[in-house]
């Protein structure tokens, strides 16, 4: 067994101005494994890995790789020390072809014809050797996001990288998509390739990889072997104190139906059946969960409850039907009647980025009397005073209303939304991703308002993709899949395995 | 109308279309790359003038094409440092080129010349001389090709044939080369080619490069070949031409051909109002020809015709990414 680390970083330190991203930051990753990273957003694993693939350079510091002492100034650099990356983000030319892209910076010469045929044949190697079959002629825009991805480990591959780092490779993959790059990964692995997985994810750092490492603020806090530790161990690791990985909440007291829906169904404007005769109810008093994999009518079930897609069937909020065909009622009109939102993208729906925090505010609302200053004006300083207000109570940092909204973290961001919506003390509050992209000390305070909104008497439905979310802070569940609702528990008697075989659409003994 | 008629028309059309298809192309090569050119006007300008002031003052055309392509490519270079290394915005820098050439070229002609800010009329060693194609006497005589070969493709000056011949050139380059695919990628996605390990700065400094002097050879043709000197505003718009033939070329080396061609035929027609009135039997107004081209670019660009899709990264600076 060879034990000379494959990649041994010494003392890497990186600032960007006063935030130190990487503090000191020493770790071994020997060959042949999956060596995991795992930390919370802003803990610094990009950053390392861009160190490693020369985009950044290091303050301070050492990189080895297989023994040898090298300096990685820039990504040439890097490809040549036999790293590839594999980004979050794609970097693939979108009208290009498979090949061309395969080809791109590693021609052979400095005519395209050669290199072309010279990377056709090792493609078709590739493709066999590892399960990454995708058409080389195909343009880049017409494959599946699960196929782009293979491109950019066939790039690597092509520059025949030993070691591969993927940077939150499942983020953009269905399940089933993600299991297969799994075993890609091992296959690799098992080839004798190293691979660093970047991930935020438990469940993947269990099942894939032999080492993980833990960081946390910019420090690595430990490297341990996988099959000797369990998830509760990491969350602590990463997040540096115990974590409670259920939310702390009193049991609900149901207080009779607040929404009820009936027969609830969506066709897309492609022709496409998008929910197919739903039925389900919620109480005050109830956080209601929808699980399901990203894409099987939760979106659209928020949009028409929201009041911005049409739908056909019957929705009842405390008793009274709300129009559904979008003629007589909308976005507006249904926050009148008490249904707040808090929507799955709240950049492009739930915050205007390049206006200020106040204005945000005040979004859906701002008809409201107490917003007025006469009836041509508003009120611009009741408005920024709320508002004021309002970030302290949501604990809003920095509690600037001035400051535009890209200029929050995603956190912040939430807060505002969740701050808007929630102070207006609705009936109904949708809430779609409560924490995506947002750290666990602020998603600890946003399931804490949750939960006290339910415990004011107040229904709530909560869309997550986050099976731990909704496990966490729903009372019961129910779980979408097609478009369909494949059944209903309660969340203190079902767990994550039987919630996922629904998910997955399967009814086996099913009650 | 008899053939002969024709002949000129066309002749005239390869003429004027000449300075067009070089600015388009300079403008292809720099936009395919991602970088936005508004200033192939300026470009032009800039290159009529000091090729003109050079030939009239050396008496050498090549001193001129010297000086024309070096004043072309020094804008280009203002440019690539505007929207390159400070990423700037490109519209903005182009305009400033325009207006810095319309207004630099006259200045300077007037200090050197005193002939109200044109240069002296450029004698004939001092100007691309129309060269005659062996054998084109000898087949004048023959009807319909031998007259096209020996007033059509003959007796053009040395830039025409080197203009035409650029189009194979910039598509061979473009799609058959490493440097050609390296530059349309960085004008799609230069993220791509930044993480391939190519430096998009370079690749772009060279597009920016080839542009400034294939534009420079534009401008060149219209002070030494077209016409025997610079006068004041002498491109006339004819970058805007190009910048609309681009996009009516899809940024297209062929396309491109065929679009230069067209609006270069419309000009030739607007000269000779008496021929259009006796095909159309209507007087078109010179005006409405002149127009066309702009009217057949809103017309692509409203979708009419298929649609012009601009390379992805185009006007945009790049800026690496966390």
Known sequence: MNDTPAIQLKGISKSFGPVQANKDISIRVMPGTIHGIIGENGAGKS???????????????????????????????????GIGMVFQHFKLVENFSVLENVVLGAEDGALLRPSLAKARALLTDLAREYELSVDPDETIEELSVGHQQRVEILKALYRQADILILDEPTGVLTPSEADHLFRILKGLRDEGKTIILITH????????????????????????????????????????????LRV?????????????????????????????????????????????VAGNGQSELLEVLGGYRAATGSVLLNGQTIDLTGSQSDGRTRRARGIAHVPEDRQREGLILDYSAWENMVFGYHHAPEYQASSLFMDNAAIRADTEAKMQRFDVRPPLPGLAAKNFSGG???????????????????????????????????????????????????????????????????????????????????????????????????? | ?????????????????????????????????????????????????????????????WVGLLAGILAS?????????????FRGNQLISGVAINFLAAGLTVLIAQSWFQQGGRT???????????????????????????????????????????GFLTVPLVWWVLFRTRFGLRLRAVGENPAAVDTAGVSVVRLRYAAVMICGVLCGLGGIYLATGLQAGFVKDMSSGRGFIALAALIFAKWRPWYALFACLLFGFFQALSFRPDVVETVTTVAIPGQLLDALPYILTVVILAGFVGKAVPPRAGGEPYVKER
């Open chain 1, 47 to 81: 950053t390392l890995m861009s160190i490693l693939y020369g985009f950044y350079k290091a303050d301070a510091g050492e990189i080895f790789i297989s023994g040898q002492k090298t300096e990685i100034p820039d990504s040439q650099a890097a490809i040549a020390a």
């Open chain 1, 201 to 244: 994810k438990l469940r993947e750092i269990m099942d894939v990889t032999d080492t993980v490492s833990v960081m946390r603020r910019g420090e690595m806090t430990a490297t341990v072997k996988t099959a000797e530790t369990n998830p509760q161990e990491l969350a602590e690791l990463m997040v540096g104190r115990k974590v409670l």
């Open chain 1, 248 to 292: 702390d909440k009193v049991p609900a007291q149901p207080r009779g139906d607040v929404l009820k829906v009936e027969n609830l169904s969506v066709v897309d404007e492609d022709g496409v059946e998008r929910l197919k005769g739903i039925d389900f109810s919620i109480q005050g008093g109830e956080i209601l969960g929808i699980a399901g």
């Open chain 1, 412 to 511: 912040n961001q939430q807060k505002i939304v969740l701050a808007r919506e929630i102070e207006r003390d609705p009936d109904l509050l949708l809430v779609g991703q409560p924490t995506r992209g947002v750290d666990i000390g602020a998603i600890e305070f946003i399931h804490q308002q949750i939960v006290a909104l339910r415990d004011r008497g107040k229904a709530i439905l909560l869309v997550s993709v986050e099976l731990d979310e909704i496990l966490s802070l729903a009372d019961r569940i129910v779980v979408m899949f097609d478009g369909q609702i494949m059944g209903e528990r309660l969340a203190h008697s079902t767990d994550e395995r039987e919630l996922g075989l629904l998910m997955a659409g399967v009814t086996e003994g099913a009650a």
């Open chain 2, 1 to 61: 109308m008899d053939f002969g008629t024709l002949l000129q028309i066309l002749d005239t059309t390869v003429r004027l279309a000449t300075p067009l298809l070089f600015a388009c192309l300079a403008g292809l090569v720099s936009e395919r790359a991602g970088i936005f050119d508004i200033g192939l006007e300026g470009k032009l300008l800039a290159a009529a003038f000091f090729s003109a002031a050079f030939a009239a003052v050396t008496g050498s055309v």
């Open chain 2, 73 to 85: 490519l020094a804008l280009s270079l203002i440019h690539g440092l505007a929207s390159i290394t």
């Open chain 2, 120 to 162: 002296p009329s450029l004698a004939d060693d001092a100007r691309f001389q129309e060269i005659t194609l062996p054998f084109a006497d000898a087949f004048s005589g023959l009807p319909y090709i031998g007259q096209s070969y020996s007033e059509l493709f003959s007796g053009h000056s040395l830039l025409v044939y080197v």
